[in-house]
């Protein structure tokens, strides 16, 4: 087997390196292309990432090593954006089996900070081919891009725009999304956000992708294409994704989180969320003595009134990405409710009035009476809140986010947010 992988050879400025995989993909089918190209979602934490964070592998059964190297550094020289100092292209091309220990340091790519020099030594290790442009950091994704196992996949088929169009307003009839939606869901998800009506399949940045649609099998991506209506589109390609598959999570205890990774975490209610400036929503959860601060941050729409709803005392599993210390949450399992009371006053036991506070640690007395009673009394107030798993609406979701109709559990299927 021979393996291209191919990393950050797009900016902020235009250009993405999934067009320059489709690209490459025309060119080297001559030899044979094997399997779909291969669209890996790394650390979407990594400070240096320029957009979704993707590298990109091609599969071929054989061909001439030589050849397809040549062809392969002419596509990134020709098409990657150079003039970006956030750009540094890598180049990996090997030939043969994957070792175990470069498909381990691809799963630490996904999860983890790696740096560019162990990429390198691990590749001279395995006699790979290697090229890299300014600093080099893309080759830690495209080694990644070759050796990571895809125990979970998924599937995206990119449209690209022609060139003419590039830095114009797309055009994709609305209508046509969402009745190619209505029509393919659940076997393609988070083309629309229906609870805050917007299209999120399609970018706004300044690069030739036109939509993506996302889902289970490349054969229902191609049906729900043919139902868009939209402007021209140059090319199309199917990629195999490890996109919607929660692979960027680690299982952890709170005190193991460190920032710049992503965690599952379970603990208590803490300290009761609460609300600041711009409609953001923190609380705090507390597992062995060690605690830590979750977010939903206003993007997250709908979400945040699940978040808001929490009490002290609550046992939840919090999924997302730590950052300054603090975890932004991308789902939330409310595992078990804590018993909620209200303090209100006692009814007097002799005539059935409502007490009144007699002074601070004095009890209650009876207006009307006078009889006195020591405690108040505590109603049980029923919760508007279900044990169940919740997740950020779509026009918030990262694209390693794992969506609930992909997770097999019946309690699962109880809280859908599209």
């Known amino acids: 087997m021979l393996y291209v992988g191919i990393d950050d050879t797009d900016s902020r400025l235009g250009m993405c390196t999934t067009y320059l995989a489709a690209v490459l993909a025309e060119r080297l089918s001559m030899f044979g292309l094997k399997g779909y190209t291969r669209l890996i979602r790394l650390n979407p934490n990594i400070k240096y990432k320029t957009r979704g964070n993707a590298a990109l592998c091609l599969t ?25 100092e956030n750009t540094n292209p890598g ?7 994957v070792p175990e220990e470069v498909k381990d340091f691809a799963l630490r790519v996904v999860r983890d900070v790696v740096e560019i020099d162990e990429a390198a030594r691990l590749a001279e290790k395995h006699g790979m081919r290697v090229h890299r442009y300014k600093n080099g950091r893309g080759i830690i994704g495209a080694l ?4 990571l196992e895809l125990y979970d996949y998924t599937y995206e088929l990119l449209a690209y ?82 996109q919607g598959t929660d692979m960027h999570l680690i ?4 005190a193991g989180a ?117 405690s108040p009394f505590y109603k049980k107030i029923e919760r508007d809140l279900e044990p169940g798993l919740y997740e950020v609406p779509p026009s918030a979701r990262r694209h390693l986010a794992k969506q609930i109709i992909r997770i097999k559990e019946p309690w699962c299927k109880l809280h859908p947010s599209r």
């Open 91 to 97: 180049v990996v091309i090997y030939q043969g089996e």
């Open 144 to 147: 990644a891009s070759i050796g």
């Open 258 to 374: 460190r920032n710049d990774r992503s965690y599952i975490l379970r603990g208590f209610v803490s300290a009761e969320p609460y609300v600041i400036e711009g409609g953001h929503v923190f609380f705090e959860i507390e597992q062995a003595g060690s605690a830590i601060k979750c977010a939903a941050f206003e993007p997250t729409k709908n979400f945040r009134d699940i978040a808001k709803k929490l009490i002290k005392g609550d046992e939840v599993r919090v999924y997302g990405s730590v950052k300054s210390d603090t975890l932004n949450l991308e789902k939330l399992e409310v595992v078990r409710l804590a018993a909620h009371f209200k303090k209100t006053p006692p009814k007097c036991p002799s005539c059935g009035r409502s007490m009144e506070s007699a002074g601070k640690d004095k009890g209650y007395r009876c207006r009307n009476c006078g009889a006195r009673q020591a």
């Open 251 to 254: 299982p952890s205890s709170i």
């Open 60 to 84: 071929l059964n054989e061909g001439p090593i030589d050849e397809v190297e040549k062809m392969a550094v002419e596509a990134v020289e020709e098409y990657a954006r150079f003039d970006d």
């Open 161 to 242: 725009r022609m060139p003419e169009n590039y830095g114009r307003p797309r055009y994709i009839n609305k209508a046509s999304v969402y009745a190619m939606d209505a029509a393919t869901y659940p076997d393609t998800w988070d083309n629309v956000d229906l609870h805050n009506d917007v299209i999120v399949f399609s970018p706004h940045t300044p690069d030739p992708v036109l939509y993506g649609i996302r889902g289970r099998d490349p054969e229902v991506l191609l049906k729900a294409q043919k139902m868009l209506e939209s402007e021209p589109v140059e090319r199309s390609q199917v990629f195999i994704t490890n």
